[in-house]
């Protein structure tokens, strides 16, 4: 009832918990544990994520319709049982890109602005 | 590890029920996975994810619980938006809601005391700030690897000889442990010793490092630029002249120039080729400016058997113990001592870990601080708990109101133990701030070479430290004052205006026994303080048998390729000499070759004409001295019987001595030293007794008696030697003047080191000295505290019986008795506290006793003055709200109830 509702505006900006968690999912689908490594890689170590930080998050992101229990959930036989995966819904996408395209207008604006240190690469 | 996971299970238990029942089980499997991962396998790994998760864990419940909160009935669906809602609509669980309800109250509460805020945060914040800023050294010093890579593989290798555990080896037993032992990826060799640059502007000495080529790698040097040295570069035969330079000298010295490396610079008169540069962040040795091949090192008996005086640094092979490491040197030493009788006689070999060695000094001084600074942490959260109770006490209409109007008893103790935790986070807070300063502080203070250290600062640990300190104290300190508010009766507290006699006095009697901790405590560090401080005094009043004031020194070491004739050494001298004591304002010089308390020394085995060969191994050894013409008057250490050396003692006389006392009497005990005859085990040349001087302490006031002789420097001539110079007054004026002479003698001479003597007393008692002043420190803040505390009890309590007095003063009682009666109980107060503080002081001081010099840990001066000081403060802490009463109007006094 309330996430067809919703437009993917309503959810900007992100937070950067949020942000990447999605970033993570776009792989395809992950449990929480894949998540918060898939994060730390990506981030040098800089974002180490904890359980309460990455399972409130993923509470409030499957309340809002931005990602849903995996068809895979409690699948293999290799994996712990408590596992469940996740999957990036269509809105899920929708918001990542707006976010995307959001933080990509800003950093033209700082570019034209010549905050960046480093110049665009050719 | 099972730890952890209950830890979280705890954790888990703040969060919402709804929300733990959705994703409890994944968040455990979560927490289990990590601990898989073998970052958190060490201890210190897995406090560290307890701390992480104690963060994370308790930010997002308190987060689950708002969110929840929001999403109830009443305000699900009215805020889509940015955060997206929430699932769980059980209604909010009581706990987290009042804990934040608790929390806003206690904020208002205390803001609205800014004055009793303000005292209580900076009490905390210096007790947690100085015991992390501690913590950060011990853990850096003693808990963390050395500052190069697999620190624990790096070992040194020392030889043992009769009571002697770390004697300095010889260059060739390096060469024999280096191809006997199997226990080594590597073992490296370096000798410190200064060097002189010249071939540029001015002369400089610079600090150098002698090494075999395998010290750099084994402790893994990256050079910045150029390379480091071959392996043939530093061994005998293929030596080549070559230098690796530090980052720090190349920067400063030759302004970052890069094509240093490849060309020539000039050291001890000899040219070396620059071959590498070192970066900054390699240090060995309290940073070091060159190194050159071991081969180079300017002795005459460099390189032999009887040169002791090498620093062998090892590396183990990664499947070695330090236990079978140390078996198989000491089987290569005992073979060596076999071979070698007349150099290695009854001397072994020993392996410990370069971090034993450089902590073993300084750990019983840290664990003092340590100890004295937690005692601090516990007065300062008692006088944090007494500050809390009498505003208990004073708030008590507020707590029986809030009773009345259907609040539990626990939970008034926990809104006061809200706001006790609040206060300690504000402490913690301004107590890292005092971290910082801490920190940077004992950095600079600290008497120890921390070049080997990792760089000690406020890091996470540190900050995990302060944080954990903080919660406990805001626990320890609030327990008390929310125990005595939830036993607040009812009817007691607002039947009378002025609230319950039995509250009263429960309360009154809590905060006794809050000060008589305080005292107790404050008793220990001062009794600990006290001892130092005659240490110290000890120190200070022993005779070192030379006159201290107006003394000079400074030191030098002639280019042995420039003089390497002993004539040239010897006119070197004459002409210096006469130079410097031609200097306006020297009303005498002379030269020695290790002044006392310079740290500079030489020792030698001997033996005494007509008395029994000793056997090898086994001669007595004796502080050997060489020293120009009116060194004894100079530095003012008295001849007993015979003469000075004199200007006739040179290389064609015959050779002569001056011994001291000690080995006067325990060589001749029975007649005079005068005409006896000594020699060195080493040499046939047998040495004349022509005096005997008094005994001067040469390494520091704590030194033993110990044999000393004193050779002319024109029949022993030798490149290094110090000056001494007895100033009419304002001796490092003379410095430059003194220095200026030696440069008219040779202009390439540097001369370093120009140091007064009194600051070489210093010095020697810098440790010490440093001990004393932390926990005089600690000893006199606590004592302040105490003495407030005090003070704010015995307030509290006349401001109580107001009316008794009142009474007791109409009755015909004098202003004296009211004044004796206050100031009795104080002191009765402190006589409990004197007996409980002396009886834990005399069980703590033992733990100090190594760092004691010239008392014992019951030392009974010590054990007598600090309770006279004690009671004192208290006295005066009791007097003041004491004369208060006995000025009281007894009808005022009356009218008030």
């Known amino acids: 009832m309330r996430s067809r509702e919703l437009r993917p505006a309503d959810f900007l900006p992100l937070t950067p918990a949020v942000l990447h968690i999605l970033l993570a999912l776009a792989d395809g689908d992950q449990h929480g544990y894949a998540i918060a490594q898939a994060i730390e890689a990506v981030t040098d170590g800089t974002i180490r994520m904890g359980p309460g930080t990455l399972y409130g998050s993923i509470g409030r992101m ?20 408590r596992r469940r995966f996740y999957r990036m819904t269509a809105l899920g996408r929708r918001v990542l890109e707006s976010e995307t395209e959001r933080l990509a207008r800003v950093v033209a604006l700082a570019r034209a602005k010549n905050v960046l240190r480093r110049p665009e690469p050719a | 590890m099972r730890a952890v996971e209950h830890v979280f299970g705890l954790i888990l238990r703040l969060y919402p029920s709804g929300f733990r029942r959705q994703y409890g089980d994944e968040m455990r499997s979560f927490v289990q996975a990590r601990l898989g991962e073998p970052r958190y396998a060490s201890p210190w790994g897995a406090l560290g994810l307890v701390c992480h998760l104690l963060v994370d864990g308790i930010a997002g419940a308190v987060r689950e619980h708002l969110v929840a909160f929001a999403a109830s009935p009443s305000t699900t669906g009215a805020i889509p938006g940015r955060r997206a809602p929430v699932s769980h609509n059980e209604p909010p669980e009581e706990l987290m809601a009042t804990l934040v309800h608790d929390a806003r109250y206690a904020v208002r509460t205390l803001r609205r005391r800014p004055a009793f805020t303000i005292v209580a945060a900076i009490t905390l914040a210096l007790g947690i700030g100085a015991t992390s800023a501690i913590f950060g050294v011990i853990d850096t010093m003693l808990f963390r690897p050395l500052r190069y890579p697999a620190p624990d593989q790096i070992v040194v290798v020392s030889m043992t000889r009769g009571g002697s555990l770390r004697e300095p080896p010889a260059y060739p037993d390096f060469l024999d442990w280096r191809e006997q032992s199997r226990s080594f990826q590597s073992l490296g060799v370096t000798r410190s010793q200064s060097l002189n640059l010249t071939g540029r502007e001015t002369p400089e000495r610079l600090s150098g490092n002698f090494v075999s080529a395998s010290l750099l790698r084994l402790l893994g040097a990256e050079p910045l630029a150029g390379r480091l040295f071959t392996f043939a570069e530093t061994e005998v035969g293929t030596a080549a002249p070559v230098a690796v330079i530090s980052e720090g000298l190349w920067r400063r010295r030759f302004g970052a120039e890069p094509t240093i490396v490849g060309s020539t610079i000039v050291l001890n008169g000899q040219q070396f080729t620059v071959v590498g540069i070192v970066p900054s962040t390699f240090a060995f040795f309290g940073g070091t400016d060159v190194y050159l091949p071991i081969t180079y090192y300017p002795n005459n008996a460099g390189l032999t058997r009887k040169d002791h005086s090498m620093f062998v640094v090892g590396r183990l092979r990664p499947d070695v113990t330090l236990a079978s490491a140390d078996a198989e040197m000491r089987a290569i030493g005992a073979r060596l001592a076999e071979q070698f009788p007349s150099e290695n006689a009854g001397s072994a070999a020993h392996v410990e870990s370069l971090h034993t060695l450089l902590v073993g000094d300084v750990r019983a001084p840290l664990y003092i601080v340590m100890g004295a600074v937690t005692l601090l942490l516990a007065i300062a959260c008692a006088n944090v708990a007494n500050l809390q109770l009498s505003s208990a006490m004073a708030r008590r209409r507020e707590m029986s109101v809030r009773s009345a109007l259907g609040a539990g008893r626990w939970r008034l ?74 036993r607040t009766n009812l009817n007691d507290a607002l039947s009378t205006r002025t609230g319950g006699l039995s509250a009263r006095i429960r309360g009154v009697e809590m905060r006794g026994v809050f000060v008589i901790a305080q005292l107790a405590l404050s008793i220990v560090l001062l009794v600990g303080a006290g001892l130092l401080t005659r240490t110290l005094v000890k120190l200070q009043q022993v005779d070192l048998g030379f006159d201290t004031s107006n003394l000079l020194t400074m030191e030098f070491r002639l280019p042995a390729t420039k003089y390497s004739q002993p004539q040239q ?22 030269l020695v070759r290790a002044v006392p308390l310079s740290g500079n020394s030489d020792a030698r085995a001997y033996a005494v004409a007509g008395a029994p060969e000793p056997d090898k191994g086994q001669a007595p050894v004796l502080q050997l001295n060489t020293v120009s013409p009116g060194y004894f008057k100079t530095i003012g250490l008295a001849l007993v019987t015979g003469r000075d050396v004199n200007e006739h003692d040179d290389a064609d006389a015959p050779p002569v001595v001056v011994v001291n006392e000690t080995f006067a009497r325990r060589e001749w005990p029975n007649g005079s030293a005068i005409g006896q005859r000594i020699r060195f085990v080493d040499s046939d040349r047998w040495l004349t007794v022509v005096g005997v001087a008094r005994d001067a302490k040469h390494f520091g006031p704590a030194d033993q008696p110990t044999p000393q002789a004193y050779i002319p420097f024109m029949q022993m001539p030798q490149i290094f030697t110090s000056v001494v110079v007895r100033a009419n007054r304002d001796a490092i004026a003379l410095g430059p003047l003194v220095r200026e002479a ?125 309770p006279i000081v004690l009671c004192a403060v208290a006295a005066l802490a009791c007097y003041l709200p004491a004369r208060r009463a006995s000025r009281l109007d007894p009808l005022t006094a009356l009218r008030r109830e």
């Open chain 2, 742 to 866: 030696i440069w008219r003698v040779d202009r390439d001479q540097p001369v370093w080191k120009i140091r007064t003597m009194d600051s070489l007393v210093a010095n020697t008692l810098g440790s010490k000295r440093v001990l004393l002043v932390l926990v005089g420190v600690f000893a006199s803040v606590a004592l302040l505290l105490a003495g407030v505390g005090i003070f704010g009890v015995m307030s509290f309590a006349v401001a109580q019986r107001t009316h008794e007095v009142g009474v007791r003063m109409a009755l015909g009682a004098s202003g004296g008795e009211v004044l004796r009666l206050i100031v009795g109980q104080g002191l009765r107060l402190t006589a409990f506290a004197l007996l409980i503080g002396l009886a834990a002081a005399a069980g703590t001081t033992r733990l100090m006793a190594s760092q004691l010099f010239g008392v014992t840990p019951s030392d009974p001066v010590t054990f007598a003055l600090v």
């Open chain 2, 569 to 590: 050494v010897s006119d070197f001298f004459t002409r210096a000499i006469a130079e410097i004591r031609a200097v306006p304002g020297v009303r005498s010089a002379a």
């Open chain 2, 413 to 486: 103790a926990r809104q006061l133990l809200t706001e006790s935790v609040i206060l300690s986070a504000l402490g913690g807070l301004l107590g890292v701030a005092v971290a910082y300063a801490g920190v940077a502080l004992l950095v600079s203070i600290i008497p120890i070479d921390l070049t080997f250290f990792s760089p000690i600062r406020v890091d996470g640990r540190v900050m995990a430290f302060a944080a954990l300190v903080s919660i406990l104290t805001g626990i320890v300190f609030g327990l008390a004052p929310a125990i005595h508010a939830s």
């Open chain 1, 62 to 81: 499957v309340a809002g319709g931005l990602i849903e229990e995996s068809s895979r959930s409690r699948g293999r036989s290799d994996d712990d049982e």
